[in-house]
């Protein structure tokens, strides 16, 4: 069932609340104002945005034996923009209200019966926008290398991973053993001037990349498509998301990029519809063999199997970081009661949650602390924990359900006798004696499911 407006309207208002108060992400440049469309990644969300990058990266890279990583450089050479594309394409239809001044995608805009419907104008509600022509705005963030600001000495700040990748095609066939079907992925960021961002970190001018470029027999492409297709679908739900909040959607042929021969988008139920979580595309041999005229560089490949050479094609699985994350974070939050008390928790999975265990003495009695305190030192090479002193234990039981927490633990004062603490599954709330000296094992073979 889709819920009500009102509902997702207020789930989102309360994820964004949750993210402030308890140190997920923050405004940036909070004490001035804020700065749009930025956000920092306070204690807890740098953890599970972290989480999210190793659960791509051992997914991808460590967990298979076809994919290589690689981290290029957030700046490149100009010609390698000229190459893709980019210099020349990579624009957004931008409209402005000669009123307002307020600026718009025309492609974003309502549309009926075939006319544009402007939105309604802040400087006088009463009467719509008065839109101009459409005009071709680049997306790409130019800066200057240098000490001259000159045309000779510009450069861009890259709009997505992918190129540099390519540019080091060969670079890893001759330092690798790899051969097609292979792939190179790395996380990092990227840089878009948005016209429109917005959505909390949906849609933001500085973000957060997770590609692979999936290097094929071009005759294996179609193949491979499906095969990544869901391969990506399935990383989600394994990760807790329903996969009734997901979709696989086609894009229509007059979506596609230019370089793609199909593209299929991995979708989210997010507060206010359909959104990208992931796009998978068919990139054929675009961008090796644009690269390869630009540059002068043979970026083909020999099969010495059959004695034949070609350039591969390629299948791009591209998700954003910090979408994925606003995503996690949307299909974690739960709310219950237990023993009649209202209850927040974040169902995250296990690997995504920012804290593992909590450790809680019963009090802040000094035979307690100390105690704690060991078993914390125990756990902390092997995992994030946090340590919790302050107020009642059923309120401290509430904050780490808040922050997602799987694991609780709880130093009494029976543990002075039997070396034991009580463990407590943020999920089902069930509490199980545990040796402290199999502690470690036991929150560990939890943790690993």
């Given at each position: 069932?889709t819920p ?5 309207t207020?789930l989102m208002?309360?994820?964004?609340n ?7 992400v923050?405004?940036s440049?909070?004490?001035?104002g804020?700065?749009r469309?930025t ?7 740098v953890?599970?945005?972290r989480?999210?990058?190793e659960?791509w ?8 034996d ?10 490149m050479?100009?010609?390698?923009w000229?190459?893709s ?9 931008l409209?402005e ?5 307020q600026?718009?995608r025309?492609?974003q ?8 419907v402007?939105?309604e104008c802040?400087?006088?509600?009463k ?8 005009k071709n705005?680049?997306l790409m963030f130019?800066?200057h ?7 000779a000495?510009?450069?861009y700040l890259r ?7 390519f540019?080091?095609?060969?670079n890893i066939l001759?330092?690798t ?6 792939g190179?992925?790395?996380?990092g ?11 909390f970190?949906f849609?933001?001018r ?12 071009p ?10 297709k869901?391969?990506?679908f399935?990383?989600y739900v394994n990760?807790g998301i ?14 596609l ?10 979708e989210?139920?997010?507060p206010w ?6 796009g998978?595309?068919q ?5 090796l ?9 043979d970026?083909s490949?020999?099969d ?7 350039v591969?094609?390629v299948?791009?699985p ?7 994350t606003?995503?996690?974070l949307?299909?974690?939050?739960h709310?219950?009661?237990i ?7 974040l ?5 995504l949650?920012?804290?593992k265990v ?15 305190q060991?078993?914390?030192?125990m756990?902390?090479p092997?995992?994030h ?5 302050t107020q009642?234990i ?8 808040e922050?997602g927490?799987?694991q ?6 029976e543990?002075?006798?039997?070396n034991?603490?009580?463990v407590?599954?943020?999920?089902t ?10 502690l470690l ?6 943790e690993?499911?």
């Open positions: 069932m009500e407006k009102s509902e997702t207020d208002e309360t994820i964004v949750l993210c402030k108060r308890r140190g997920f923050f405004p440049s909070d004490i001035y804020g700065f469309s956000w920092d990644f306070g204690p807890l969300g953890l599970l945005k989480n999210v990058k659960a990266f051992r997914a991808m890279v460590q967990n298979r076809d994919i290589v990583g690689l981290d290029a450089s957030i700046l050479a100009p010609a390698v000229e190459a594309g980019h210099l020349a394409g990579f624009t957004d239809p409209v209200c000669s009123v307002c001044h600026r718009y025309e492609d805009l309502d549309v009926t019966d075939g006319v544009i402007p939105p802040p400087q006088n509600k009467k719509p926008c008065v839109l101009g022509e459409a705005f680049n130019k800066t290398v240098g000490p001259v600001e000159d045309s000495n510009v450069a709009p997505e991973t992918a190129q540099g990748i540019v080091n095609f060969l001759n330092t053993r790899v051969k097609p079907p292979f190179i992925a790395q996380i960021k990227s840089f878009r001037n948005e016209i429109t961002p917005g959505n970190i849609r933001t500085e973000f957060e990349q997770m590609e692979m470029e999936y290097f094929v027999p005759e294996e492409s179609l193949k491979f498509y499906e095969y990544w869901q391969e990506r399935n990383w990760l329903s996969a009734d909040a997901l979709r696989l959607r086609e894009h229509d042929p007059d979506e990029s230019h370089y793609s021969a199909g593209t299929a988008d991995v989210f139920m997010y519809g359909w959104g990208e979580l992931e998978i595309a990139r054929t041999d675009f961008d063999k644009a690269h390869s005229k630009h540059s002068g560089q970026l490949y020999f010495q199997t059959t004695n034949s050479r070609y591969p094609y299948i791009e591209a998700a954003g970081v910090d979408r994925a606003l995503a996690f949307l299909s974690a939050y709310e219950d009661e023993n009649g008390e209202k209850r927040t928790v169902k995250l999975h296990r690997d949650a920012p804290y909590a450790v809680l003495p019963l009090s802040k009695n000094d035979t307690l602390v100390p105690v704690a060991k078993i914390a030192d756990l902390r092997s995992m924990i946090d340590v919790d002193v009642s059923g309120k401290r039981y509430r904050r780490q359900d922050i927490t799987p609780c633990v709880t130093v009494d004062f543990s002075l006798d039997d034991a603490v009580t407590r599954d943020r999920d709330t069930t509490q199980e004696r545990v040796s402290i000296d199999q094992n036991y929150v560990t073979a939890a690993k499911g």
